[in-house]
């Protein structure tokens, strides 16, 4: 069984940086496509951005094209996710995503493995 868990999440100020972190264990990162999705309170879980398991090919919701980036480091079996210029609209947990495919579309609801959770709170 594929376990992942997530880092990175903490309290910033509107504009500000963070990176979190997603390692993988318990499989073959190789075979996995990786996402990440957030969940704010009283709102349903959203795609926000999601890497290949090949050929790097990555996705974003509008929300934050231009501000984050998905990567994966397969030496490591780490995927990252760094967040430029964080608005308050930002705050939720985070979780990372792990797919036995070759991607995970917007809105997947196929997920075979998730963290734990990283809350990130962006305050005005």
């Known amino acids: 069984q594929v376990h992942l868990v997530e880092s990175g999440g903490g309290l910033v100020q509107a504009g500000g940086s963070l990176r979190l972190s997603c390692a993988a264990s318990?499989?073959?990162?190789?075979?996995?496509?990786m996402g990440w999705f957030r969940q704010a309170p009283g709102k349903e879980r959203e795609f926000v951005a999601a890497?290949?398991?090949?050929?790097?090919?990555?996705t974003y919701t509008d929300s934050v094209k231009g501000r984050f980036t998905i990567s994966r480091d397969y030496a490591a079996n780490t995927l990252y996710l760094q967040m430029n210029s964080l608005k308050p609209e930002d705050t939720a947990v985070y979780y990372c995503?792990?797919?036995?495919?070759?991607?995970?579309?917007?809105?997947?609801?196929?997920?075979?493995?998730w963290g734990q959770g990283t809350q990130v709170t962006v305050s005005s």
């Open positions: 995503a792990a797919k036995m495919s070759s991607w995970i579309r917007p809105g997947d609801t196929s997920i075979d493995a």
């Open positions: 318990g499989g073959t990162f190789s075979n996995l496509a």
């Open positions: 890497i290949t398991r090949s050929l790097s090919i990555t």
